[in-house]
């Protein structure tokens, strides 16, 4: 067997996109297979009853096919964006581990996230004034909308500016202090995504929070990538002078089953707890049950939805747009996300913030 802690630190900048090859020439024989040099020596495949759209931006080839067993799927690059079958294990672990930890967040970033499912989980927090999403390509908001409707619900929030631009620009041209938290839901860090994994795009960030921040952004396998969360934990620790950890969740479709979320505070500012919710999701009105409307529908009546919702949260209710209900996080499993396998905790051990282990 293969010990775990020998990673290689990939050097992304040397690993070619995926898109060399186009979407459509990974659909053979009614199976879409999933190829990547970020991991190598195994492959993931779906099988594709129908392919609902196939086109290429200006920035890379999407494509929505109908799986038999994942329903709808999103794929960029070749790579497996979300599908409606497990997105919720990545958009609510993503959303809530750092909202949940911090009181009362006011202003929220959302970098990247053109599908729209990390803005319906930052919806859900009624504490929240502004919601700013960035994204580069407005093929995916466009294309989530039409195909992804349960998803792409949180686009209706009238708390929610949408800016199609680039990430890294809208960043660090930010007025400091700006954000309580921030969420980086990124691609791999392949080609132009790989500015979001690299430390002047974490110095944005950090100018841009108000002191006791948060962020969370994609931080990679463990199975697959260890080596490279390392050496982020290693920035973060230099750039945000907070608490810094690393948690995980499962994810089927995504490469080795899991995908993990580096979270840091920014110094200054009240003391943070990842691993301890301080705004438990129990007390989000709907959050676990059916009390909202169905998300599916979210786009019937909106003008009077959207009235309706701004007076609900005026009343103290809990989203400003009906929401389905949380299918995967809960407080018992924010705790459960921050426990690393023993192989793991060896590596970032020496890089995580002291306290947290």
């Keep these: 067997m293969a010990d775990s802690s020998e990673v ?60 038999s067993t994942y329903g709808n799927v999103l794929v960029l690059d070749g790579v497996i964006n979300l599908t409606e079958r497990d997105e919720a294990a990545y958009q609510e672990m993503i959303v809530h581990l750092p909202l949940c930890s911090i009181s009362n967040p006011r202003r929220v970033l959302v970098v990247g996230g053109g599908d729209g499912g990390v803005l319906r989980e930052v919806a859900r927090h009624a504490s929240i004034d502004t919601i700013d999403l960035v994204e580069i390509d407005k093929m995916v908001i466009d294309v989530a909308k039409e195909f992804f409707p349960n998803v792409a619900v949180g686009f209706s929030d009238p708390r929610v500016n949408i800016h199609v631009a680039d990430g890294v620009a809208f960043l660090r041209d930010a007025v400091p202090g700006v954000y309580d938290a921030i969420i980086v839901d990124s691609s791999d860090p392949v080609g132009p995504a790989q500015q979001l994994f690299e430390r002047p795009f974490f110095e944005s960030m950090a100018r841009a929070l108000r002191p ?15 080596g490279v969360i390392v050496g982020i934990a290693r920035t973060c620790r230099e750039v945000f002078k907070g608490e810094v950890n690393y948690a995980w969740t499962s994810v089927p479709t995504y490469p080795c089953g ?69 299918s995967y996080y809960n407080s018992d499993i924010h705790t459960a996300a921050f426990c690393l396998p023993q192989f793991a905790r060896e590596a970032l051990d020496p890089v995580l913030t002291p306290k947290s282990r």
């Design 212 to 226: 006791g921040g948060v962020i969370c952004t994609q931080a990679e396998s463990l199975w697959a990538h260890l």
């Design 8 to 67: 290689t630190t990939t050097p992304w900048a040397d690993v070619a996109p995926a898109n060399a090859q186009s979407n459509m020439d990974r659909v053979m024989s009614g199976w879409f297979t999933e190829v990547s040099p970020m991991w190598p020596g195994q492959a993931m495949c779906l099988q594709v009853e129908k392919v609902l759209f196939h086109q290429k931006s200006d920035f890379q080839d999407v494509m929505v096919f109908k799986s």
């Design 258 to 326: 899991t995908i993990g979320f580096m979270l840091c505070s920014k110094e200054g500012g009240p003391p943070v707890d990842f691993r301890h919710p301080c705004t438990p999701v129990e007390r989000m009105l709907g959050a676990t049950s059916h009390a909202h409307a169905d998300a599916s529908s979210a786009g019937e009546g909106k003008d009077e939805d959207s009235a309706a919702a701004a007076a609900n949260v005026e009343n103290g209710g809990s989203t400003a747009i009906p929401l389905p209900p949380l």
